[in-house]
T-cell receptor, first 111, second 113 residues
Framework: GESVGLHLPTLSVQEGDNSIINCAYSNSASDYFIWYKQESGKGPQFIIDIRSNMDKRQGQRVTVLLNKTVKHLSLQIAATQPGDSAVYFCAEMRNNNDMRFGAGTRLTVKP | DTGVSQDPRHKITKRGQNVTFRCDPISEHNRLYWYRQTLGQGPEFLTYFQNEAQLEKSRLLSDRFSAERPKGSFSTLEIQRTEQGDSAMYLC???????????FGPGTRLLVL
């Protein structure tokens, strides 16, 4: 399944499917991007990051893609599991160390 | 546990009272950040420290808010004369240095009645 981040804040996928969460960032000067996962009542948890000199980075079951031309960031989660259910935030860091978060996308994994 | 810790986890106070929150960053992290998060929104930057120096403050940080990091280790965030609009989750994060990954604590949830 896919989401368009701020415009579709909820994404529901079947367990075992791949998930794609999208994020449009605002500042072309941003050069560092981070994805965080936040479970209810907890602080954001770092998932993966990418700097602007790269367009793809892979972690364990997660991949981040960066398209600087259209200022778009996506998080792909392979073989989504119930434990992946959470709100996912993309964050952009600008040259003044100010990190700005998007509103987030709530991912729900159906068994 | 070597993560970021915050205390208290929850605080209920009456309007007009002062509250103080504490954050203990990851050991040896030079940078410490404070954020505020309201329901359904992403965290909003408030301020950050490089060691004991407060280097930047958001315009969200009104005169009633003050943050300190006196010895470059733990930090406190004080809100004076609390208002109902101050009700939020207050998050602390730390990073090893400039423009590096920020690791968050569990947050302090404040409710102002």
């Amino acid at each position: 399944g896919e989401s368009v981040g701020l415009h579709l804040p909820t994404l529901s996928v079947q367990e075992g499917d791949n998930s794609i969460i999208n994020c449009a960032y605002s500042n072309s000067a941003s050069d560092y991007f981070i994805w965080y996962k936040q479970e209810s009542g907890k602080g954001p948890q770092f998932i993966i990051d990418i700097r602007s000199n790269m367009d793809k980075r892979q972690g364990q079951r997660v991949t981040v893609l960066l398209n600087k031309t259209v200022k778009h960031l996506s998080l792909q989660i392979a073989a989504t599991q119930p434990g992946d259910s959470a709100v996912y935030f993309c964050a952009e860091m600008r040259n003044n160390n100010d990190m700005r978060f998007g509103a987030g996308t709530r991912l729900t994994v159906k068994p | 546990d070597t993560g970021v810790s915050q205390d208290p986890r929850h605080k209920i106070t009456k309007r007009g009272q002062n509250v103080t929150f504490r954050c203990d960053p990851i050991s040896e992290h030079n940078r410490l950040y404070w954020y505020r998060q309201t329901l359904g929104q992403g965290p909003e930057f408030l301020t950050y420290f490089q060691n004991e120096a407060q280097l930047e403050k958001s315009r969200l940080l009104s005169d009633r808010f003050s943050a300190e990091r006196p010895k470059g280790s733990f930090s406190t965030l004080e809100i004076q004369r609390t208002e109902q609009g101050d009700s939020a989750m207050y998050l602390c994060a730390s990073s090893p240095g400039s423009r590096e990954t920020q690791y968050f604590g569990p947050g302090t949830r404040l409710l102002v009645l």
